[in-house]
């Protein structure tokens, strides 16, 4: 039965051992998502970023063609200048017009496939993070397991250290008895001798009783006649 323990008590720790592994390799699993969660982020928000300034570059180059063709068409630049200087200037629009193109843009690759890609690794790390706790749950379920089985494991070992000293006396109590034996039988030789010395004297002492009655009876006939 000890034996059993012990082995069983083995197997829970080498199986708590194996789950600490796959717990750790987890853990790394993990941390590796959440990086390359942080990396696709950071090179989504770079080609966004390099988008927006494409696009801004190419709107603000294609503004000076328009500005050609305004005054090939016979505006006067008199006129063009006081014009923009009253109104509003169209280069703001442009740049405002950009600018709100490319908050669109930025919004569009957010919730395209970027933000596909980001959800999908969010969803992964969720599901890694409850196996995560599964397996903690798990270990910890061993680990009261195994004190209990160590507490028992102690308690068996003493039981078997005193059965061990016990067995140590077997040879000791051996001896004992066959002294006590040997004694036994010198005593019970010694108890026949005597009681047939005993029988002896008694026999003796009626032949001596027969005979003193025999001569008593003597005497008395012998007054008598």
Known sequence: MLLHQKKELIL?????????????????????EKK?????????REKERKLYISSTMETVSSTPSLSRSSSISGVDMAGLQTSLICQDDPFDH???????????????MRMGAGS???ENLQSQLKLRDGEISHLQLEIGNLERTRSVMAEELVKLTNQNDDLEEKIKEIPKLRAQLRDLDQR????????????EEAEELRLDLE????????QIDELLKQRHS
């Open 12 to 32: 829970f720790c080498f199986f708590q051992m194996l789950l600490s592994t796959q717990l750790e390799m987890e853990k790394m699993k993990v941390e590796q």
């Open 36 to 44: 390359k969660t942080i990396f696709v982020q950071e090179s989504a």
């Open 94 to 108: 442009s740049i405002g017009s950009v600018s709100a193109s490319g908050t669109n843009l930025y919004d569009v």
């Open 116 to 118: 596909s890609i980001i």
């Open 184 to 195: 036994y039988n010198t005593i019970l030789q010694m108890y026949g001798e005597k009681a």
């Open 207 to 214: 032949d001596v009783k027969n005979m003193y009655k025999t």
